[in-house]
């Protein structure tokens, strides 16, 4: 089994910043992409960002140019660098790791509000 741990959620005033961090532990044997997604009340689960095995980066539309991925391969933890946070990035954030299956995590709260 896999366990993924989320921290760094908060409240934060709009034009704030947060990171979040990912950490896997358990029975890893190989992590390929490491994900983050994202759900607001009410609204389904949104693809934030990803960061592949070799590198590789995608952004959703609507964080592009405002947050950024990176990824410790010797700790297995991903993290997410979010800034010029706008109230509508408010929810729960997740991530997702692809490994010998799928594994997400139990999310961490951000909420942007003055």
């Known amino acids: 089994q896999v366990r993924l741990v989320e921290s760094g959620g908060d409240l934060v005033q709009p034009g704030g910043s947060l990171r979040l961090s990912c950490a896997a532990s358990?029975?890893?044997?190989?992590?390929?992409?490491m994900d983050w997604y994202r759900q607001a009340p009410g609204k389904d689960r949104e693809f934030v960002a990803r960061?592949?095995?070799?590198?590789?980066?995608n952004y959703g539309d609507s964080v592009k140019g405002r947050f950024t991925i990176s990824r410790d391969y010797a700790k297995n933890t991903v993290y997410l660098q979010m800034n010029s946070l706008k109230p509508e990035d408010t929810a729960v954030y997740y991530c997702?790791?692809?490994?010998?299956?799928?594994?997400w995590g139990k999310g961490t709260l951000v909420t942007v509000s003055s």
């Open positions: 960061i592949t095995r070799v590198g590789g980066i």
């Open positions: 358990g029975s890893i044997f190989s992590i390929n992409d």
């Open positions: 997702k790791v692809e490994s010998s299956a799928t594994y």
